[in-house]
């Protein structure tokens, strides 16, 4: 799967993403102990959805476009509000942006939390560095390097809590055995971690095997709870375009089960085609 963010920066997988990503960071300042985030392949950071890239595809008008034009419930709303608080201002904006990952975690993190942000890509780590809202903020590290050799050698990080978002384009066809391989080495270094991983749905057999790998692997890492979300707005080909994805949260703050129930099939119902939004939450390892 080829996957360059600029022509699907606001799409539905994004605001699938970013909301969780959103309730777990606000979960984990909760605590006055620091927090680490790390993002191994973080991308540019902000986009501009006025650019030929994003007015290409148009992904973002069925994704974040439909969500602040929506009308949740409140006990959904009050849950999306902290996210649409960040990203509604900036998509009405001229032009309008739509803050990726980075900016998320820079706008939720606190002055004693540090972020990590990295990509393999030059231009990607120069458009980061260029970036005026965390360009140049003390907390942060801009690193240009391959996000699975990050990840080896990025955790532990010094302050023992924290979030690693793992999101990579899936641009080649070991991309599942890599994360595999990377995951599970990084969990027996650090088992208490909380662990975000991303993944497109196109052909199940190969996320299916994935999972059953997982589970066991980093059970035996120390990993006692991992939570799986998944997001489908159309029924997924293995040759159409991108219509579900999935999380894997690795050891999740206790209220993102309940809040997932609440918020996915809501998210389902106003991205969806043609009524079939769908949304699914399972745990693979329980304690």
Not at 110 to 120: H, S, T, Y
Not at 182 to 207: C, E, N
Not at 247 to 259: A, F, K, V
Request: charged share 20%.
């Amino acid at each position: 799967m080829n996957y360059r963010h600029a022509f699907h920066a606001g799409n539905f997988a994004d605001v699938f993403k970013h909301v969780i990503l959103t309730r777990i960071l606000l979960y984990m300042t909760r605590k006055e102990a620091a927090v680490r985030v790390i993002e191994t392949h973080a991308g540019d950071g902000v986009y501009d959805l006025s650019a030929a890239a994003a007015e290409k595809t148009s992904e973002w008008r069925s994704g974040i476009g439909r969500l602040a034009a929506g009308h949740a419930p409140p006990e959904v709303q009050a849950l999306l509000e902290p996210y649409l608080a960040m990203v509604s201002p900036a998509i009405a904006g001229d032009p309008p942006l739509y803050p990726g990952s980075p900016a998320l975690a820079c706008r939720l993190l606190r002055p004693q939390d540090r972020m990590i942000f990295c990509d393999a890509h030059p231009d990607v780590v120069a458009a980061l560095r260029a970036q005026p809202e965390f360009g140049r903020d003390p907390r942060v590290k801009i690193i240009e390097i391959d996000g699975f050799t990050a990840l080896k050698a990025f955790v532990p990080p010094p302050e023992r809590r924290g979030l690693v978002l793992i999101d990579p384009p899936f641009e080649q066809r070991t991309e599942f055995a890599d994360l595999l391989a990377t995951l599970t080495a990084a969990t027996r270094k650090w088992p208490t971690g909380v662990y975000m991983v991303w993944f497109p749905i196109k052909d199940r057999s190969a996320v299916d095997g994935f999972l059953g790998a997982l589970a066991p692997a980093t059970t035996q890492a120390g990993i006692k709870r991992l939570l799986r979300l998944e997001l489908q707005v159309d029924l997924p080909r293995p040759d159409g375009p991108l219509a579900a994805n999935g999380l894997l949260i690795l050891n999740p703050p206790y209220p993102l089960d309940m809040e997932a129930r609440a918020v996915l099939p809501y998210l389902a119902r106003t991205m969806g085609s043609k009524g079939r939004g769908a949304a699914d939450i399972a745990w693979l390892v329980r304690d």
